[in-house]
């Protein structure tokens, strides 16, 4: 009996309750299921990954953050290939588009916001994996240069949509939930303990 494989359930935190109870009294029903849609084939695209590239998940957390999954690979290659799984699972659904738009706006949306190359997401975890495979000696250094110049690009973006394009705040609010996502930067995992999200 101790040697079957026991269903994995996701570790979901009191938070996202909370943050599911405020998005049901602000945000119409058929929006938040196209979002659960769409984040839920995003983490299927990086599970089928991990399992394709020969790794195993051992867990699944849903915080106010989103998913994040932990799962055992070895190698950089294997990294990166999961990291872009799950936005490109997202850009799937928009060949859905003409029959369901609001999944496939949710699904770009979502897509958009994880390719960014900065670390704590998949585009910056598929730049960090693709750096430690071509440039080993250099690729730590590569990506916080590459961090660096997108925040830079968001920045002046945010100030430039501020100033000329009169969208108020907007831009600075996103630059600002960005820089609140590099803070929460989590302390590197060792090798084999992958975390995407």
Not at 151 to 164: D, N
Request: glycine letters at 8%.
């Amino acid at each position: 009996m101790e040697n079957q494989k026991r269903f994995l359930t996701p570790d979901i935190e009191p938070s996202a309750y909370i943050l599911f109870a405020a998005a049901v009294l602000f945000v119409p029903l058929q929006w938040i299921v196209s979002w659960l849609v769409a984040a839920a084939v995003h983490e299927l695209f990086h599970c089928c990954a991990v399992y394709l590239a020969g790794g195993s998940v051992q867990k699944i957390s849903v915080g106010i953050r989103g998913a994040e999954i932990q799962a055992d690979l070895r190698s950089d290659m294997g990294e990166g290939f999961c990291a872009i799984a799950g936005p490109i699972g997202g850009l799937a659904l928009l060949l859905l588009a003409r029959w369901a738009p609001r999944l496939a706006l949710c699904a770009l949306i979502q897509s958009a916001w994880n390719l960014i190359p900065i670390y704590p997401l998949d585009g910056g975890r598929a730049l960090s994996a693709f750096l430690k495979c071509s440039v080993p000696k250099y690729a730590d250094r590569l990506e916080r240069v590459a961090s660096v110049l997108v925040l830079f690009a968001f920045c002046a973006a945010g100030i430039y949509g501020l100033l000329f394009w009169k969208l108020g705040f907007l831009p600075i609010v996103l630059l600002f939930i960005i820089l609140l996502r590099v803070a929460q930067i989590k302390i590197p995992c060792k090798r084999g303990r992958l975390r995407v999200q």
